[in-house]
């Protein structure tokens, strides 16, 4: 995977867990507990916990989240826009995880991405400004500033 420039980048971010983008006493909702029992199609999927807060304190902070892509925007080669997911396959092949398990990525000159199978970190100035498209509603949004292949 190729890393995008962090030549405009001023300063260290804090890494982040997805654990940390739930607020500190919030019972999350389990995902099997929200989808439907039915056939295990995506047309029974319902995203868990759609009021599930985010963590006020993380707005504007210059941020590191590891995670999966799933691709809104961009061509062959380049990726503009996308979702960042704690899991993969979510929103695609599972259900969506509650919105604020979900960020919205934005990077303005796009990123490459070799396999969506791989995970990755981001690294931008996160918002708890919530996005909500036809696969999710989302909890936060980043102006991505870079990516790197997860080192787990």
Request: hydrophobic residues 40%; charged residues 20%; negative net charge.
């Amino acid at each position: 995977m190729a890393v995008t420039s962090f030549s405009s980048y001023a300063g260290p971010s804090k890494e982040l867990f997805w654990d940390e983008l739930i607020p500190k006493g919030h019972v999350q909702l389990e995902q099997q507990d929200a989808s439907s029992h039915n056939e295990n199609t995506q047309a029974n999927w319902v995203q868990p916990d759609l009021d599930a807060p985010v963590v006020q304190e993380l707005n504007g902070k210059t941020v590191s989240i590891p995670g999966f892509v799933v691709p809104l925007e961009g061509d062959d080669e380049l990726i503009t826009e996308f979702l960042l997911v704690p899991y993969f396959g979510a929103c695609i092949h599972v259900p969506p995880p509650p919105p604020n398990q979900i960020v919205h990525v934005i990077i303005k000159d796009g990123v490459p991405i070799d396999s969506l199978y791989d995970a990755i970190v981001v690294t931008g100035e996160l918002s708890t400004k919530g996005w909500s498209g036809e696969i999710a509603e989302v909890g936060y949004t980043m102006k991505g500033i870079g990516v790197a292949p997860f080192e787990g």
